[in-house]
């Protein structure tokens, strides 16, 4: 079975620019969320989709930011534009639809964004 | 709001010795409470959690953490490390009561093993 997916691992990217993220969770899960870590510091919580909804984006940091899951598969973070205290690692994260005690994240390997 | 806090940002220990790594929280409920593992290139990998119950918690790999209402702790142990453990471990608490999902990190601990 495959794992949760991040494309790209790595971008590099000018300070401006637009840069798009990618998770594909694993197959049949309805939760997705995103992280991130800056800085070596903690790692934040972005946003949390059920399906396609948008259950909770409080950490989402500002307007620059815009998250999509097209159809409740795979999702997206667009940075646009794009600034220096974005850079950071970007975590997807998935799980089954199951009540809180019994979730368990699975978590892609991550993207790391350089902004220069 | 809640918090948690790694003290140790750096740990190095010798294989084969014994580990402990600390987690402070801070939530105003019972919290549930999480420790993660992050290998060179991987994602996170779950460890061990705590909801309720048994405040000694056994998780894979060998590791245990026990939950300390008193202190605020729920510090990561492994009496005896092996060169693969060396590793990035996060601490996390959620407020699960609430139903919300986001987890809270701490901001990790970078294991070292020595040969």
């Known amino acids: 079975e495959a794992g949760v997916t991040q494309f790209p691992s790595h971008s590099v990217i000018e300070k401006g620019q637009t840069v798009t993220l990618r998770c594909d969770p694993i197959?049949?899960?309805?939760?997705l969320y995103w992280y991130r870590r800056v800085m070596g510091k903690e790692i934040k919580f972005l946003l949390h989709f059920v399906k396609e909804s948008k259950q909770d984006e409080s950490g989402m940091p500002n307007n620059r930011f815009l998250a999509e899951r097209t159809g409740g598969t795979y999702s997206t973070l667009k940075v646009q534009p794009a600034e220096l205290e974005d850079s950071g690692v970007y975590f997807c994260?998935?799980?089954?639809?199951?009540?809180?005690?019994?979730?368990?994240?699975?978590f892609g390997s991550g993207t790391q964004l350089s902004v220069l | 709001a809640q918090s948690v806090t790694q003290p140790d940002i750096h740990i190095t220990v010798s294989e084969g010795a014994s580990l402990e790594l600390r987690c402070n929280y801070s939530y105003g409920a019972t919290p549930y409470l999480f420790w993660y593992v992050q290998s060179p290139g991987q994602g996170l990998q779950l460890l061990l959690k705590?909801?309720?119950?048994?405040?000694l918690v056994q998780g894979i790999k060998g590791f245990e953490a026990e939950f300390k209402r008193s202190q605020s702790s729920f510090n990561l142990r492994k009496p005896s490390v092996h060169w693969s453990d060396a590793a990035e471990y996060f601490c996390a608490v959620g407020a699960g009561d609430t139903g919300r999902r986001a987890l809270t990190f701490g901001s990790g601990t970078r294991l070292q093993v020595q040969p």
């Open positions: 705590y909801f309720s119950g048994d405040t």
């Open positions: 994260a998935s799980s089954l639809r199951q009540g809180s005690t019994n979730e368990k994240l699975f």
């Open positions: 197959s049949g899960h309805d939760n």
